[in-house]
């Protein structure tokens, strides 16, 4: 199994929702990430777990909160959204636990926050 | 972050090569990374070259890398419709072991 799946593939949500994005790799990597990716936009770096621990968090805003219950598996709790996090959510997991190596990227999840 | 430049659109028709160009400032870059993203979906990994290498042959892809001048190129033999995409080159940022800087993006239009 080489590839990383997300599911849902589309989300639309309201302002007061809760949401869980779920990503799921069964590679071995030990390293998993979550990018936003804007429109016409290169994706940004939102999180890194390395070794099922918290290893980067860009000054993402508290309303996202990420989760990572085994090495297989990363999820990220959505809740009080704005229309401004609409974007396209990619997880990613390389095979490094302490960094470097190549990425491989989910589909994505469409988010539309209403 | 260190920047990675880009030209933004390229245009090719069927069956010519298309020579995609990328700049970066990170020295110590140990790979250079070309991704691949179709509309709608996730970035794929296309190809890497170490930072010891010239040059790096895949099938119909090219990658040329000169490290004197921190300028990275890949070519696409024979371009195909199913090439139109946006391509991204990303290199690994020093400061952090995990985060990739990638360019803006070039978008490559294969016309018929």
């Known amino acids: 199994d080489t590839e990383v799946t997300q599911t849902p593939k589309h989300l639309v949500m309201g302002m007061t929702n809760k949401k869980s994005l779920k990503c799921e790799q069964h590679m071995g990597h030990r390293a998993m990430y979550w990018y936003k990716q804007k429109a016409k936009k290169p994706p940004e770096l939102m999180f890194v777990?390395?070794?099922?621990?918290?290893?980067i968090n860009e000054s993402v805003p508290s309303r996202f909160s990420p989760e990572c219950p085994n090495s297989s598996l990363l999820n990220l709790h959505l809740h009080a959204l704005q229309p401004e996090d609409s974007a396209l959510y990619l997880c990613?997991?390389?095979?490094?636990?302490?960094?470097?190596?190549?990425?491989?990227f989910g589909p994505g999840t469409r988010l539309t926050v209403t | 972050g260190e920047d990675v430049e880009q030209s933004l659109f390229l245009s090719v028709r069927e069956g010519d090569s298309s020579v995609i160009n990328c700049t970066y400032t990170d020295s110590s870059s140990t790979y250079l990374y070309w991704y691949k993203q179709e509309p709608g979906a996730g970035l794929q990994l296309l190809t890497y070259i170490f930072s010891n290498m010239d040059m790096k042959q895949d099938q119909r892809l090219t990658v040329l890398l000169n490290k004197k001048d921190k300028h990275l190129s890949l070519r696409i033999a024979d371009t195909q419709t199913g090439d139109s995409a946006i391509y991204f080159c990303a290199d690994p940022e020093s400061n952090s072991g995990y985060a990739l800087n990638f360019g803006k993006g070039t978008s490559l239009l294969v016309t018929p």
């Open positions: 990613a997991s390389s095979p490094g636990g302490t960094g470097g190596g190549e990425q491989y």
């Open positions: 777990y390395s070794y099922e621990k918290l290893s």
